[in-house]
């Protein structure tokens, strides 16, 4: 058999469009070998129409696109096996489409703020974008639950543009009214890059004054700030190879619904712009950094107890009082939160990530791993990693 032409219309600036790339190219290595079109460079300048037939006049079998706007629908019309991701439109019909889970993000972004003791929150995203909207709203809705409100950047009529150098004076006036320590989501690392920028033209302090949160885990966009951005790491990677998979069977003729190929969103990647404890109470703020530095060395609560100079039952009441869990918990949420790390991450068999976080046995860590996470740690893997 001839192998399969498929068409790639995906960028590679952004971490999301690299990860659906990498995905697709190790089904193509595991299920190929897949011939592949994309786009020439970008100084080679391309007409609409001349893109539209070196796509035709290349004759593919398949297609996996971004969004690509005015290219959308002559694509669509041709009638082939296609595959869609959307960016200003949510989805197309009659075919499989890539999703974010926007709503997990959004709760995500919440629950993780909330657990670094902060107490005032703000949001800011695009407009007119319905996957920013998503994150937003679930974001607010989950801090309403739990008692708070949001800030949300508002968006200025008298903007006659959307480039970054008109909006900058309305996001540091914004930043400027902020109560201060507050911790901001934003829908996007790019996003978060702006707040970033926007928090030194306005002398904010990041993280001690505002803590940025953003999305994608986009190491060009998160390491090249000043301090690095913390962020939601998008599995972009995996859903590549998802979609090759589903592709795959359309393009030998299976039929395959409306479906929705997720994008999973496992972890919050931590780095400096958060790296921070907001709570007022020295025993909690204590306790937590010590917990934080000593998580991986089976650490007991009368360890943390002695550490912050007070007896455990006192310890105990301050921490149930602000973080509404015992300090046991707490250790076992930083443990278990660093053992999804090693499985998606690592090749670290279970055995190995017990010991390295200092467990006697298995049945020990798992059942630790199954009350916080909500599967076992063999589950958790396969729910997260590349596989057929």
Known sequence: MKPYR???LIEKDREIGRGL?????????THGP??????EPFYEKLTLGERIKRIKEWK???II???QGRLDAPLLEMGIPTIFSGHRIRVAQGIPNILGDDRKIGIMAADYLTEKGFRCFGFCGFENMWWSEDRGRYFTERLSAKGYSVDVYPFHAKKKSSSWAEEAEFMVDWIKALPKPCAV??????????LSEACKRSGVKVPEEVALLGVDNDELVCDFASPPLSSIMLNAEKTGYDTATVLHRMMRGEGVAEITIPIPAPHVVTRQSTDIVAIDDPVVANALNYIREHYRKGITVTDIARTTGVSRR???IHFRKLMDRSVYEEVLRFRMNHACILLIETNLSVAQITEALNYDEIKY????FKKVIGVSPSAYRKQHSIRD
Request: net charge neutral.
């Open 6 to 8: 498929v068409a790639l």
């Open 21 to 29: 790339l990498r995905g697709i190219a190790q089904y193509s290595r």
């Open 34 to 39: 897949w011939i592949f079109y994309q786009e």
């Open 60 to 62: 593919p079998d398949g």
């Open 65 to 67: 696109m971004r969004e």
């Open 185 to 194: 989501f934003a829908c996007t690392d790019d996003r978060c890059r702006q």
């Open 314 to 316: 006192v310890l105990e």
């Open 365 to 368: 860590f798992s059942r630790g």
